[in-house]
C-alpha cells in the first residue's frame, strides 16, 4: 500500500523554538511539494523539489522556513524559529513520473504557542 | 494573474444531485483536478481533466470546458460520508497546481 508518509502527525511547542517535519513520499516518485493549510489561507505552496533538486520555495518565508531533501526517501521542512502565526496544518505530497496525481500524507497539524 | 473560483459553501440532500463548479484563470493549462478533503484529513484525488467533456466515476463525474475555464463535479445518489469540502485545482505551465479555497459540502438527512 503505497501512500506518503509524514512525521509526526501533531506537534505543540512553544514560540522560538526549532521544529522539523519529515516527509517519505511514494517510492519512485520524484516530485515533493510542501504546503501549508489554515482556515483563512486554504492550501498554500511552500516549496517544492524534483529530483532532489528545489524548483520553487518562492512561497515560503525565507528568514525562517528551509526545505531539503537529502535523499529519494526524504524531504524536511524545518521551521526556526517558530512563530504562533505558524499554527496550521503542513502537507508533504508527492508526484510519479508517469501521472500528474499528487497524493498527499496525512499532514503535521502543529500549534506554536 | 492566477485564480480559481468556487462556492464557499453548499448544502444538499441525502440521496440526491449536486453540482459544484469552478472556474479559472491560470497562466497556462495542463489540466484540473477535483480532490475532496474530509475535516482533518488530507485531500485525496478523485479526478482529473485535461481535455474538454465529461468523465464518469460511479457516482462521481467531472466536466471540463477549456474554452469557458470552467469546470464542475458532479455527485450523484448523494451519501451523509459525501460530506467533506471539495478541492479545484489547476495546473499551470509550470506543471503547479494553483488551487481554489475548496467548497464546503454539507449534505442533510
Known amino acids: 500500500d503505497a501512500r506518503v508518509t509524514q512525521t509526526p502527525r501533531d506537534k505543540v511547542t512553544e514560540m522560538g523554538q526549532e521544529v522539523t517535519m519529515r516527509c517519505q513520499p511514494i517510492?519512485?516518485?520524484?516530485?515533493v511539494f510542501w504546503y501549508r493549510q489554515t482556515m483563512m489561507q486554504g492550501l498554500e505552496l511552500l516549496a517544492y523539489?524534483?529530483?532532489?533538486?528545489?524548483?520553487?520555495d518562492s512561497g515560503m518565508p525565507k528568514d525562517r522556513f528551509s526545505a531539503e531533501m537529502p535523499d529519494a526517501t526524504l524531504a524536511t521542512l524545518k521551521i526556526q524559529p517558530s512563530e504562533p502565526r505558524d499554527s496550521a496544518v503542513y502537507f508533504c505530497a508527492s508526484v510519479g513520473r508517469v501521472r500528474n496525481i499528487q497524493y498527499f500524507g496525512a499532514g503535521t497539524r502543529l500549534s506554536v504557542l | 494573474g492566477q485564480n480559481i473560483d468556487q462556492p464557499t459553501e453548499m448544502t444538499a440532500t441525502e440521496g440526491a444531485i449536486v453540482q459544484i463548479n469552478c472556474t479559472y484563470q491560470t497562466s497556462g493549462f495542463n489540466g484540473l483536478f477535483w480532490y475532496q478533503q474530509h475535516a482533518g484529513e488530507a485531500p485525496t484525488f478523485l479526478s482529473y481533466?485535461?481535455l474538454d467533456g465529461l468523465e464518469e466515476k460511479g457516482r462521481f463525474s467531472s466536466f471540463l470546458s477549456r474554452s469557458k475555464g470552467y469546470s464542475y463535479l458532479l455527485l450523484k445518489e448523494l451519501q451523509m460520508k459525501d460530506s467533506a469540502s471539495y478541492l479545484c485545482?489547476?495546473?499551470?505551465?509550470?506543471?503547479?497546481?494553483?488551487w481554489g479555497a475548496g467548497t464546503k459540502l454539507i449534505i442533510k438527512p
Open positions: 517510492l519512485g516518485h520524484n516530485t
Open positions: 485545482a489547476c495546473m499551470d505551465s509550470n506543471y503547479q497546481l494553483i
Open positions: 523539489f524534483r529530483n532532489r533538486a528545489p524548483l520553487d
Open positions: 481533466n485535461v
